[in-house]
């Protein structure tokens, strides 16, 4: 069954309600896949169940919620704690107000709350069509962040176009982080560089389940892995690629590395081959769309590194693409110095 179909069974051919990243799209469409994912029962809502209410749902509504979720707990299909979200967003950053339900005494309140957040996202726009319940895996987070106090964990969002893999990313870039911890104010930096090494590790890994999912996604998909605290990476989210935070990528090159060729490098690794590389045998893999950040302290290495890895006139054709800006002095063009573009 394509998207298309999967749309047209939800609402009907000639409804357009349907947003395009709905977990009723993508879940229909991966949750057979073979690769470990929470369970996940699916509340469907129409249209208008979706837009009764004014800051919550009407008190119908929500008792139909309510009594399913009693009912699946009851039967033993799930036990607390739970993780809900609507098929459009978890407001996950909100974590103990919102997805996470410890006990049946927080359902009400939280599900109040996600469906208030999610109204605010969608304010005047395409309205969540269902309420999701999924199995609660705890994740191998390190410290806590955002006003939720929500534990950080490995994750990897991957992009894929029709099936084939475009790169990678750590789904918690480090200024997302910066001014959030809420517990280890003093150690969350260093963990986080431990998870960050941790994933460029594993991602290849990975990668194998990440291409299981996008086998059966078709155009351009954002495709989110986490670690689970028993050690398994699990599938969690999808979404459009287009509409899918897809932050700067590292700077990529092949080399005379004791390791695989055209990996995606760790800044220290980024580090040691300046030092230590022949310069002349290496050279740079970079596509065109290519977004690349480089923070201040490595700013002296890049520009000592790139000043002998290429001429100086492919030096500024890549310059020009990393959006750095060089002066050349008039006496000597070798000599290169460079800043960051503000």
């Known amino acids: 069954m394509t998207e298309k179909d999967l749309v047209e069974e939800i609402l009907g051919k000639d409804n357009n309600e349907l947003d395009p990243n709905s977990m009723l799209i993508w879940w229909e469409l991966t949750n057979k896949v073979n690769v470990a994912q929470p369970k996940t029962?699916?509340?469907?809502l129409t249209i208008n169940e979706a837009r009764s209410g004014e800051d919550f749902l009407s008190e119908k509504v929500n008792e139909k919620i309510m009594?399913?979720?009693?009912?699946?707990?009851?039967?033993?299909?799930?036990?607390y704690p739970l993780f809900i979200r609507t098929d459009l967003s978890s407001i996950k950053h909100d974590f103990i107000n919102t997805c996470y339900i410890e006990k049946e005494e927080n359902l009400e309140r939280n599900l109040d709350n996600l469906i208030m957040e999610n109204r605010c996202l969608g304010f005047m726009g395409v309205p969540f069509l269902a309420i999701v319940i999924r199995e609660y895996i705890?994740?191998?987070?390190r410290f806590k962040a955002f006003f939720g106090h929500m534990p950080v964990a490995p994750e990897i969002r991957f992009f894929y176009k029709d099936g084939k893999f475009e790169c990678y990313h750590n789904y918690w870039p480090k200024d997302s982080i910066q001014d959030n911890p809420t517990n280890d104010p003093d150690e969350w930096e260093k963990k986080w560089e431990e998870m960050d090494t941790e994933i460029h590790q594993i991602a290849d890994e990975v990668m194998k389940d990440a291409d299981k999912i996008a086998a059966v996604l078709d155009g351009y998909w954002s495709i989110d892995f986490a670690k689970a605290k028993d050690g398994r990476w699990?599938?969690?989210?999808?979404?459009?690629?287009d509409a899918s935070y897809h932050g700067p990528h590292p700077l990529k090159y092949t080399g005379p590395l004791d390791i695989k060729e055209k990996k995606i490098y760790t800044q220290e690794e980024m580090d040691n081959a300046i030092r230590n590389i022949k310069f002349s045998e290496m050279k740079f893999d970079l596509s065109e769309d290519?977004?690349?950040?480089?923070?201040?302290?490595?700013?002296?290495?890049?520009?000592?590194?790139?000043?002998?890895?290429?001429?100086?006139k492919k030096y500024q054709k890549l310059a020009d693409k990393l959006g750095l800006v060089f002066e050349f002095m008039e006496e000597d063009e070798e000599k290169i110095?460079?800043?960051?573009q503000s």
Do not use: C, W
């Open 138 to 141: 705890p994740l191998d987070s």
């Open 67 to 79: 009594g399913k979720i009693k009912k699946l707990v009851d039967d033993g299909s799930f036990k």
């Open 234 to 241: 699990l599938f969690i989210d999808s979404a459009q690629g």
């Open 290 to 312: 290519i977004e690349f950040k480089i923070t201040y302290e490595h700013q002296e290495h890049f520009v000592k590194f790139m000043q002998k890895v290429l001429s100086v």
């Open 337 to 340: 110095s460079g800043n960051i």
């Open 41 to 44: 029962r699916i509340i469907r």
